[in-house]
């Protein structure tokens, strides 16, 4: 089978998944009605992308689990050259499937996402006359830096049909699961949160015809946290936690792009021992938080900062008082604190290091990820870095579109149809 990519509009409004639709149409071969577009929209959204793509193929991601003929008949009837059924639906539903399928003149994709053992079912729904089937790695694994290649030559080489790789695909990773066996490529948000859909679509159609990869910054999913947070504004990151581990109620005394692991501190109020001890215990890159109980007097100023500098420290989070705010903010190392004064503390040596600190009501883990810019101070729990890293590029995709979107003359309000969305007493 001739190589195809397949546009997953993915979307919550059918009139942003047709403007996308209009823009990338040429490049794409097979237009999908995503399973969110559906259930927000039903199947006018198919509808929709039979009259305004009459030569194109429709596929309708309807995630059959049951009632399969009644389900691939209306999909068929609005339009659909293809219907989804999920693999995880028991026989009889994926052979009613297929045979109202062959009633109404389309076609069947089963969708192996979720399966432990997506060979050995791709292998037996194969012999059930579908058409394709699908590996599909779900959108909160990719979230894990997951892809669908890991087992992708063995979906291949266990069935006679044609197989499509879907889930997180770009302009690089399509010539990866073209090199495997893929045949059908979808792809979602490398086309649909593009700021130039278009654009996007043409790379990504270069990449399959010449099987060479086109370098993309975005779009990806991988475990580079580091690379990512420093991508990403604390917004994102905040937006990725459900808007949970900023640390509230700091003063950015100086500010920059801040990104690293957490060096911890527990001190005294006013002893600056333990803070200053620190400097050299920390590693190149690390990222010094101190608890010194929210209050004065100052337990870090210009001196330490310069410390600080020189042995490559990304940042300062001080839950208590700095001074030497001026000089500080010329040195241009990222330092936060509770409050400011000119009044210094003594080195008196209380407090413990490497422990777990609670700051602004966050517990602060040695190690977790510690993320500053304009806007403050996030804190991301180590055990989920990779998770939230890749969930905030995700959200700065979106904003990258929406903010195109914009600029091409409509507003936030249009753009999230927030009247649409309201909730109706």
Request: net charge neutral.
């Amino acid at each position: 089978m001739k190589p195809v990519l397949q546009l997953a509009l993915d979307f919550v409004d059918l009139d942003r998944a047709l403007k996308v639709a209009r823009e990338a149409g040429d490049s794409v071969d097979w237009i999908e009605a995503g399973t969110p577009l559906i259930k927000s929209e039903g199947l006018e959204a198919v509808r929709k992308l039979r009259v305004a793509f009459p030569n194109k193929t429709v596929v309708a991601d309807m995630k059959v689990m049951d009632a399969g003929r009644v389900e691939v008949e209306s999909a068929a009837k609005a339009g659909a050259d293809v219907v989804c059924v999920l693999a995880a639906a028991c026989d009889s539903t994926i052979k009613e499937s297929v045979a109202a399928a062959r009633d109404y003149g389309v076609r069947i994709m089963v969708d192996l996402i979720g399966l432990k053992n997506p060979v050995k079912r791709a292998s037996q729904v194969s012999k059930f006359g579908v058409d394709y089937v699908s590996l599909h790695t779900p959108i909160d694994d990719q979230m894990q830096a997951k892809t669908p290649f890991e087992r992708l030559g063995e979906v291949v080489e266990s069935v006679s049909v044609p197989v499509a790789a879907a889930g997180g695909l770009n302009s690089e990773t399509v010539v990866d699961a073209l090199t495997r066996g893929a045949s059908i490529l979808v792809v979602g948000g490398a086309i649909t949160k593009a700021e130039n859909p278009g654009e996007a679509a043409r790379k990504i159609s270069k990449a399959i015809k010449g099987k060479v990869k086109v370098a993309t910054k975005l779009f990806k999913r991988s475990t580079d946290v580091k690379t990512i947070f420093q991508n990403v504004s604390c917004a994102n990151i905040s937006d990725a936690c459900h808007h949970e581990g900023d640390l509230e109620g700091l003063i950015a005394v100086s500010y920059g792009k801040m990104v690293g692991k957490a060096f911890t501190v527990r001190t005294m109020p006013g002893d600056w021992a333990k803070s200053v001890e620190a400097i050299d215990e920390a590693v190149e890159g690390d990222v010094i938080v101190v608890d010194a109980c929210g209050v004065g007097p100052a337990i870090w100023g210009e001196l330490a900062t310069e410390s600080a500098l020189q042995r490559k420290i990304s940042g300062v989070v001080i839950n208590g008082a700095v001074r030497d705010t001026g000089e500080i903010a010329k040195l241009k190392l990222p330092v936060y604190a509770r409050l400011v004064t000119p009044t210094c503390g003594e080195p008196k040596g209380l407090g413990e290091m490497r422990i777990p600190i609670k700051v602004s009501g966050v517990i602060v883990n040695p190690r977790d990820w510690i993320v500053g810019d304009e806007d403050g101070v996030v804190v991301v729990p180590q055990d989920k870095a990779v998770e939230i890293a890749n969930r905030a590029q995700d959200i700065l995709e979106k904003e990258n579109r929406m903010r195109a979107e914009i600029r091409e003359g409509s507003s936030l309000g249009k753009v999230a149809n927030l009247k649409k969305w309201e909730k109706k007493s």
